[in-house]
């Protein structure tokens, strides 16, 4: 007999499910990285029979890798995922050339955590680390929707022409200046993230992003006041928040009628709507341009900028959309004493045949400094000229919501 000790192999705390897990030989390498030999690889219909075993208890999450050829089997993936849910296990989907209805039907079936395959450096174990990190605490959200609201809100929408034109700084301050005009007759106002991907709304407020998020874009069919208040998070007890989801996920992931019921649910409940968009335009811009009461094109003076709005002005025309909805903010406007700015200003305005409707000015630094903070400009720098500027923009706005309403 040896005196050699036998080590007892390690627990299985994970799984990879998939049709044949050579076809994702970087999973491989990324799951033996995060968890060394403690994960098995389990094929399609093995899968539902392990989860019976007395071995599967010890599971913590399965990553169920699928590609274009398993679309065809979407029922059993969904069985899949609805066995380990009723077992605690989470998902992790791994997908590669799946069509976004695909995926969109099997996250509503409750995946938990979506990466697109090939794997972006790190993106596995930031997945994995999401799953086993606690869900933060969210102290219970003030603002109670309403049953049967059947308010009209008003629908801004700040869209930027190309990065960094200011687009998500406009809709946090334009949302916070409606939010706090004034102690006696304060509007409400929700403000929602739908740049999928790269929404950083809940960077600027130093708020959490939720799984409640997903959960609540998957289910729009079935959305109610209780579904949609339980998404959004409060600022400072004024404003409600719509962050982006946790996971990054593809832009035409959602479909227009699902940004419709999103953006209609939130009219009904408040007074405005401000919507920060991604740059991209996706199926559902559409929806948007058509439900927005004021569209900000966010732009700059360059050439980056002049270019992408003569595109923006020839997609919407040649499909007929209302490009006359849309209202050219130009960011870090020159100022009033610099004369060849402003003709500048003038020459892009008439080379491109548009009227550059708001300008304004350039807030330097405190502005990098307040969104890093996760401060609007209002609670971080209340002199800013910035912050001045649309803090007037929201009083017009606001005058302008009343007296159309005084006038029905």
């Known amino acids: 007999m040896s005196g050699t000790p036998q080590t007892e192999p390690p627990a299985i705390v994970a799984c990879t499910i998939s049709r044949d897990v050579q076809n994702f030989d970087l999973l491989i390498e990324d799951m033996e990285a995060a968890l060394g030999e403690a994960w098995g690889d389990l094929g399609f219909s093995e899968a539902l029979a392990f989860f019976n075993q007395p071995e599967a208890e010890a599971l913590q999450f399965v990553a169920l890798a699928i590609d274009s050829v398993d679309e065809g089997d979407l029922p059993l993936m969904g069985e899949i995922i609805t066995q380990a849910k009723a077992r605690g296990i989470r998902v992790i989907l791994i997908a590669e050339d799946v069509t976004p209805a695909a995926l969109h039907t099997l996250l509503r079936e409750g995946g938990d955590e979506f990466v697109p395959y090939p794997l972006p450096e790190g993106e596995l174990q930031a997945a994995i680390d999401r799953l086993r990190a606690p869900e933060p605490e969210v102290a219970p959200n003030p603002h109670q929707l309403q049953s049967g609201s059947q308010r009209e809100g008003a629908v801004i929408v700040c869209h930027g022409l190309a990065g960094g034109t200011g687009s998500t700084t406009m809709a946090v301050n334009l949302a916070w200046e409606l939010a706090a005009l004034s102690r006696d007759d304060e509007p409400t106002v929700c403000l929602l993230d739908l740049d999928l991907q790269h929404g950083s709304v809940s960077t600027y407020l130093d708020l959490p992003r939720r799984e409640a998020v997903m959960e609540m874009l998957s289910e729009t069919e079935s959305m109610d006041e209780d579904l949609f208040g339980q998404a959004l998070l409060s600022f400072r007890e004024k404003l409600q928040v719509l962050t982006a989801p946790a996971e990054m996920v593809p832009l035409d992931l959602l479909a227009p009628e699902d940004i419709a019921r999103v953006i209609e649910m939130a009219r009904s409940h408040f007074d405005f709507v401000v919507i920060d968009m991604p740059h991209t335009l996706v199926q559902w811009s559409e929806t948007v341009l058509s439900m927005a009461h004021v569209y900000f094109a966010m732009i700059e003076l360059d050439m980056r900028s002049a270019q992408n709005a003569l595109r923006m002005k020839r997609a919407l025309q040649s499909e007929d959309l209302p490009f006359e909805k849309l209202r050219f903010a130009l960011n870090r406007a020159p100022k009033f004493t610099d004369l060849t700015g402003k003709s ?38 209340s002199k800013n000229p910035l912050r001045k500027e649309i803090a007037k923009l929201a009083a017009s706005l606001h005058e302008l919501g009343q007296s159309e309403a005084e006038a029905a």
């Open 344 to 381: 500048r200003v003038k020459r892009m305005a008439e080379s491109l045949s548009i009227s550059i409707d708001l300008q304004l000015p350039d807030g330097g630094k405190p502005v990098l400094q307040s969104c890093d903070h996760g401060l609007p400009l209002a609670l971080s720098a």
